[in-house]
């Protein structure tokens, strides 16, 4: 089997939408989404975070190619309260099911749970899952650079937006950024972490980000777990993250939210 993660992935996302395909036409998936609910703002919170203040985040993740399970026990419901609870700005689902053990479930039992904004975390690859993501009433979607043609990506992008949804524009080198900025994508997720190898190197979002724009918001990724990393990041003009792992492996998550954002506990 192949050494390549991401190839993986993709090869297997074809195959699931086939499955999909079966069960829900394009057509009917398109008329649902068009009759979604209002979208909370994801954009807009992360754009109205004032300052330097540390904005996260905070990802629902049972487990990774990489590393397997990371909390055999999780519940949804309970950390995405507890995520809100400690000051996350947004929250991110993983939905995939064959590599990361997510699924749809795990999205709605946390949308019911909190009322922070929500990024569906999948590999896209086709329009069926953008009105996928609608249907299952994200209020972003993750388009991730490194599996996209710059022309696909635009029609998801402009897609995303008719459905009234944000876009995380996934990079990782100076390729992807250069066509993230060729869609106009305002909210740049910097990924540290290598999706073929799955080596990460958490300099790597502060050397890209000093390409973006004023206009464009960057989000590091990947290899964040303390207090520490987020300052390097801060020094660099970098104050929103999104971070999984270690808050999904904590036993205390609203204090090391706290010890995150601020850099203590809570106060």
Do not use: W
């Amino acid at each position: 089997m192949s050494s390549d993660f991401l190839t993986r992935i993709v090869d297997h996302k074809k195959k699931e939408i086939e499955d999909a395909r079966k069960r829900t036409s394009e057509a009917d998936l398109r008329k649902q989404a068009e009759k979604r609910d209002a979208c909370r703002p994801f954009y807009q919170t992360l754009a109205g975070m004032k300052g330097d203040a540390v904005s996260i985040i905070a990802e629902i993740k049972r487990a990774s190619p990489s590393k397997g399970d990371i909390r055999a026990d999780l519940d949804p419901s309970t950390l995405a309260a507890a995520y809100e609870k400690g000051g996350a700005a947004c929250l991110s689902v993983l939905t995939d099911r064959a590599f990361f053990k997510g699924g749809f479930e795990d999205f709605e039992a946390a949308r019911k749970a909190c009322g922070l904004p929500m990024l569906r975390k999948d590999f896209l690859i086709s329009e069926y899952q953008v009105f996928e993501s609608a249907v299952l009433g994200a209020d972003a979607v993750l388009l991730i650079a490194r599996i996209l043609t710059k022309e696909t990506m635009r029609n998801f992008y402009e897609l995303s937006a008719d459905l009234g949804m944000d876009a995380l524009v996934e990079i990782h080198t100076d390729e992807d950024l250069d066509a993230a900025l060729s869609v106009g994508a305002k909210l740049i997720g910097i990924n540290n972490r290598n999706l073929s190898s799955f080596d990460t190197d958490i300099s790597r979002a502060v050397r890209l980000a000093q390409a973006l724009g004023k206009d464009q918001i960057p989000v590091a990724a990947s290899g964040i777990s303390t207090r520490a990393d987020i300052e390097k990041n801060l020094v660099a003009g970098i104050n929103h993250f999104l971070i999984g792992e270690s808050l999904v492996r904590s036993s205390d998550t609203v204090t090391f939210m706290n010890e995150l954002i601020k850099g203590s506990g809570p106060r």
